[in-house]
């Protein structure tokens, strides 16, 4: 049986586009470059808002998105 995405996981590449200006790829290599996964989950969402202009639930939703794709959050 196929898995069943759940929330952020279920938004595609065009949605976060069309919203933010960037894809899934270029958002991760962004929160990459910064050690996001060092930093932590709040310091990312903080930095995307504020150094990127990115609105604050978007900010939320790439970040979740970065853990699960980067394996930092399990559920």
Do not use: C, N
Not at 6 to 28: C, H, L, N, P, Y
Not at 34 to 63: C, F, M, N
């Amino acid at each position: 049986m196929a898995e069943k995405k759940a929330g952020t996981r279920r938004i595609s590449d065009q949605a976060v586009r069309a919203k933010t200006g960037k894809g899934w790829e270029e958002w991760f290599a962004i929160l990459d470059g910064w050690d996001a996964k060092e930093k932590g989950h709040t310091l990312s969402a903080r930095y995307l808002a504020a150094e990127h202009g990115v609105d604050p639930w978007w900010a939320q939703s790439i970040t979740i998105r970065y853990e699960w794709e980067r394996g930092l959050r399990k559920e």
